[in-house]
């Protein structure tokens, strides 16, 4: 079974599993159907594990193969990390200045990026777009590392990766649609804006796992430009959205972050 799905290329690999992380987007947006609000500190929970499934996928998944890779390519390990890592955290910072969103917990309805009249559901959206940009990103060159080594090792990593990044998705789709109900959204236009958040990740992880499988000697750069862009998210957006409701809900944002952590550290230890 193993080896008829490494004979499918990278590519489309990297496609059916950020459908799959799609897909476990709009299962959490689904949750609108049954839940009209959410309690902060459920919430901060939620965001929390996102943030704790990220910070380990960037290292066990993104960083530790780029730094033995590279030394595979007698490259200077501590030098790529340092440029792609870098590299990530620019891009995505500049995509913060460019796209204009507005943060869940900002009552202000401070625009951020290039000013704009859209309505603010819709920059609500582009928020946590910006979140998934990287981790369509993770998906597509964890695959591109099959045309590396096409190897069950390898396959098992990447799909590690899609699972771990899938299984966040789930709370994080939750945590756009309920939140957009709330807002005044109708269930359905919720849940339309809360799954449509996440159909960045398969067109972010085509194009890594393409650019990768063209231009191979790039790959551990690429590796580490995903890590760089998701802990970026993870600084920037999701721990400090994590923060809110006074000290004591921050506990659960704290309790999350390490659950996450955990399940991605399992993920990848013992099936990558």
Not at 209 to 219: D, F, K, N, S
Request: aromatic share 10%; glycine share 10%.
């Amino acid at each position: 079974m193993l080896e008829q799905l490494i004979a499918w290329g990278p590519i489309a690999l990297a496609l059916a599993a950020s459908l799959f992380t799609w897909g476990m987007t709009a299962l959490g947006a689904g949750m609108v159907f049954f839940f009209k609000d959410i309690n902060q500190r459920v919430l901060n929970g939620m965001l929390g594990f996102a943030s704790g499934v990220m910070i380990a996928a960037s290292f066990f998944s993104l960083i530790a193969p780029a730094i033995d890779l590279s030394a595979e390519l007698n490259m200077i390990p501590w030098a790529v990390v340092s440029i792609g890592f870098g590299a990530g955290a620019v891009f995505l910072w500049i995509s913060d200045h460019l796209i204009p969103h507005i943060h869940f917990q900002d009552k202000t309805n401070h625009v951020e990026g290039i000013p704009s009249k859209l309505k603010r559901s819709i920059l609500l959206v582009f928020s946590i777009t910006l979140h998934n940009i990287p981790e369509g990103l993770a998906v597509g060159v964890a695959f591109g590392l099959l045309a590396q080594s096409a190897t069950l090792p390898e396959l098992m990593a990447a799909l590690t990766v899609a699972i771990g990044i899938g299984i966040q998705n789930f709370p994080e789709g939750a945590a756009v649609s309920i939140p957009l109900r709330k807002e005044g959204l109708s269930r359905f236009k919720a849940f339309m804006y809360g799954q449509a958040s996440g159909l960045v990740e398969p067109i972010s992880a085509v194009l890594g796992a393409i650019l990768v499988t063209v231009v191979r000697p790039i790959l551990p750069y690429a590796l580490a430009f995903a890590a760089g862009a998701m802990i970026y998210v993870v600084v920037e957006e999701l721990i400090p959205e994590s923060q809110s409701g006074g000290h004591e809900a921050t506990h659960f944002s704290t309790m999350g972050c390490i659950a996450g952590f955990i399940i991605m550290m399992i993920l990848d230890v013992a099936l990558g």
